[in-house]
């Protein structure tokens, strides 16, 4: 019912850039807080970066000036734009939506894989 769909993850070199996409389906999402999350082989889950319904960003210091967080509520679509991208970036990519008010991220999407070499 509920879907988050992530896309757009590959193979890159050291300094180049990715566009990663979630696609957001089965619920009313446009006011929730949507993030981005990564887990590398062997490391726990981090937090990446999110947006909420107004616009306001965060980032994780690791990737600050280098990763850009958008939502295009028309397109029900969010996305994670990855430049500069460095080796420590490799990471199985996570979409995820937290809902108004609450505490912990609700939905998840199945990830894409991001490998930097």
């Known amino acids: 019912d509920v879907q988050l769909v992530e896309s757009g993850g590959g193979s890159v070199q050291v300094g180049g850039s990715l566009n990663l996409s979630c696609e957001i389906s089965?619920?009313?999402?446009?006011?929730?807080?949507l993030g981005w999350f990564r887990q590398a082989p062997g490391k726990e889950r981090e937090g990446v970066a999110s947006?909420?319904?107004?616009?306001?960003?965060r980032y994780v210091d690791s990737v600050k000036g280098r990763f850009t967080i958008s939502r295009d509520n028309a397109k029900n679509t969010l996305y994670l734009q990855l430049d500069s991208l460095e080796t420590e970036d490799t990471a199985l990519y996570y979409c995820?939506?937290?809902?108004?008010?609450?505490?912990?991220?609700?939905?998840w999407g199945q990830g894409t894989q991001v490998t930097v070499s």
């Open positions: 995820a939506a937290l809902e108004p008010g609450g505490w912990q991220y609700e939905y």
């Open positions: 089965g619920f009313t999402w446009r006011t929730y807080c």
């Open positions: 947006i909420d319904r107004d616009g306001t960003t």
